[in-house]
């Protein structure tokens, strides 16, 4: 069985700090992970993804994430918050079976960026 | 492309009346699902379609919601009667078969009174 667990459901940053957004995940296969950004009355947009390949993963507005297996932890990560990263961050894992993909979502990580 | 069209966007009923949401993916996505989401939690999957065929239905509350998948491309979602605790936002979600990357519709908030 597949899970995310994301640590902090609230994180309040100063505009221009360091964010960090936290994900642990337990999967029983090679995992597919993924971050996915909410804006208020919006759907869920990819952040950034790892399949296996590098293990640092760059992804859209200045964000990154570390897959570290040793941790079972995929953390977000963006050197200088910005006033319109204020949004909810969820961390999610897939797994490849029966000919399609099944994600499992985390509860989500709400940001807020103080000026 | 056109994205993952989703109607209505909100939704106002009593409890124990019915409701009815659409969604409309993107051309070529076989993999469509259906997440409801509470206010403070991550999306839960209610169901799962590959082209017309369920998939993953094990978390949908078969007493009271159903889902189709028309000719494998539009899908609607129905709660008949509704509950106070189903209001939350319900999201469609589609994906290509080869990459799995899930695209979002902008949801669909339901207030259940």
């Known amino acids: 069985a597949q899970s995310v667990t994301q640590l902090g459901s609230h994180v309040s940053v100063s505009e221009g700090a360091l964010v960090l957004l936290r994900c642990n995940y337990s999967s029983s296969v090679p995992p597919y992970l993924f971050w996915y950004v909410q804006y208020p009355n919006q759907g869920l947009q990819l952040l950034l993804k790892?399949?296996?390949?590098?293990?640092l993963v760059k992804g859209i507005n200045g964000f990154e994430a570390e897959f570290k297996k040793s941790e079972t932890s995929f953390h977000l990560t963006k050197p200088s918050a910005h006033m319109s990263d204020a949004a909810e961050y969820f961390c999610a894992v897939s797994g490849y079976g029966s000919g399609t993909y099944k994600y499992i979502f985390g509860t989500g990580t709400r940001l807020k960026v103080l000026a | 492309e056109a994205g993952v069209a989703q109607s209505p966007r909100y939704k106002i009923i009593e409890k124990r009346q019915s409701v009815a949401f659409w969604c409309n993916p993107i051309?070529?996505?076989?993999?469509l699902y259906w997440y409801q989401q509470i206010l403070g939690q991550g999306p839960k999957l209610l169901i799962q379609?590959?082209?017309?065929?369920?998939?993953?239905d094990s978390q949908l509350p078969k007493d009271r919601f159903s889902a189709e998948r028309l000719k494998g491309v539009d899908s609607t979602l129905k709660i008949q009667p509704a509950k106070l605790e189903d209001s939350a936002v319900y999201l469609c979600a589609t994906s290509r078969s080869d990459t799995g990357e899930l695209f979002f519709g902008e949801g669909s908030r339901l207030t259940v009174l």
């Open positions: 379609f590959q082209n017309n065929g369920v998939v993953d």
């Open positions: 051309s070529g996505h076989a993999t």
């Open positions: 790892y399949t296996s390949a590098a293990t």
